[in-house]
């Protein structure tokens, strides 16, 4: 059950980082474009470290 909670947030957070950059792109921003990327990221790495430590249990 939390597994699937960290997947969901992950994906929600990664979605949001994509339309970020989606965004920074359209609006020619590149400071908008790097926040959605270290979202996209950040969310990615958080979501595995989580997912490996509730395996560990």
Known sequence: MRAAAVAVAVLVVVALGITGVVLGEADDSPGLQG???????GAVVLGTRALRRARER
Do not use: N, R
Request: hydrophobic share 85%.
């Open 35 to 41: 926040l959605g990327v270290l979202l996209a990221v």
